[in-house]
């Protein structure tokens, strides 16, 4: 395997590097160059009729699962999530996006099952297109298939140094109880927001609303464990998600399902709020705010205090400079798929 173009291998890695970084890819013992690895993932989705420029938009949403360490929406869902969404027929390849309804700072859009791992992208960019002029703006959009990672998303808004916030439901697939209930009502229905930070990695906050899995019962539990531990607090947070981002753009709801709980018809709110166009000054205020987070004293001198969003982004430049670490089964298995597409 050493042999194959895309792998760089796990030679004597730089002194620099964090110790859990070298610990974990020391373990994994394989490396692969980002641009290879997004280049791979791009053509995989192009092989089932995905457009290049979506493709390479998808590719790069999806690699940053492994970038940041969210491996669980990482490379790991392309042949488990994506590839069988495109081959069933559940997601289109090659469908346009269509606006129902546009006030101006509000749009209403259909995603038309596109991949959302780029719609949900256009969605934001939209939105912070918008804000340029409103100072705020939603994009509230429907007919959506899996977004991956909401953080990505979001973090597309700080980029352009606004704040961005991305609500997304599991369109009629229900897997988590509410407190008191006998079966699953609601998905895991992510919540993220970012915000620039200076010259620092942007805080992005992703979170989904249940925090454990209870063995006993097999089941997720909310945020907050139990009803007598404050677990309404995570299903309503749940909740809130479900009506941001389904019930508003009129998308498939868990509670109201009848497709037997697929996460088909997802809902997402693209929300971009631009405080420069409100007054003047916000970008040196982030930069302070986080400044003095970062410098805030800490209990131990060698674990400085961060914030959402700071060990990701020091992973994420780790793994484009050095290689993103790839377990070798699944290495193999992203081979096996890009010989099956080259065929």
């Known amino acids: 395997m050493s042999a194959d173009p895309l792998l760089a291998g796990i030679a004597d890695l730089p002194g620099d590097i964090p110790l859990r970084f070298r610990i974990e890819w020391k373990r994994v013992k394989m490396l692969v160059p980002y641009r290879s690895l997004l280049s791979t993932v791009s053509s995989v989705f192009t092989g089932h009729g995905v457009p290049p420029d979506r493709a390479g938009m998808a590719a790069e949403a999806l690699c940053h699962g492994e970038l940041t360490g969210m491996t669980s929406h990482g490379l790991v869902n392309l042949t488990r999530l994506y590839l069988p969404l495109l081959t069933e027929g559940r997601a289109d390849a090659g469908a346009d996006m269509l606006i129902e309804s546009d006030h101006g700072a509000s749009v209403l859009v259909d995603a038309r099952r596109t991949l959302g791992l780029w719609s949900a992208t256009q969605a934001m960019e939209l939105a912070c297109d918008r804000a340029a002029q409103h100072g705020i703006a939603m994009v509230s959009m429907k007919g959506a298939t899996h977004i991956g990672c909401a953080g990505y998303h979001a973090a597309k808004a700080s980029a352009r140094g606004m704040i961005g916030l991305i609500a997304s439901n599991c369109g009629g697939q229900g897997i988590a109880r509410p407190p008191g209930g006998a079966t699953a009502m609601l998905g895991t229905n992510p919540l993220a927001l970012a915000c620039p930070a200076g010259g620092r990695h942007p805080f992005v906050l992703d979170m989904t609303d249940p925090a454990a899995f209870d063995q006993g019962d097999a089941h997720l539990l909310w945020l907050g464990g139990s009803p007598e531990t404050g677990a309404y607090k995570g299903f309503g947070l749940g909740l809130l998600v479900e009506i941001l981002a389904a019930l508003v753009p009129g998308a498939a709801l868990g509670a109201l399902s009848g497709n037997g709980g697929r996460d088909d018809d997802i809902g997402v709110l693209a929300m971009a709020i631009a405080p420069d166009v409100l007054r003047s000054g916000f970008a040196s205020d982030a930069s302070a705010l986080f400044d003095a987070v970062r410098g805030w004293p800490a ?45």
């Open 299 to 343: 209990v131990d001198r060698t674990a400085p205090v961060t914030y959402p969003g700071w060990h990701e982004g020091e992973r994420a430049d780790r793994c484009r400079q050095y290689g993103v670490p790839v377990p070798p089964p699944l290495y193999e298995e992203l081979l096996s798929v890009m010989t099956g597409v080259m065929r």
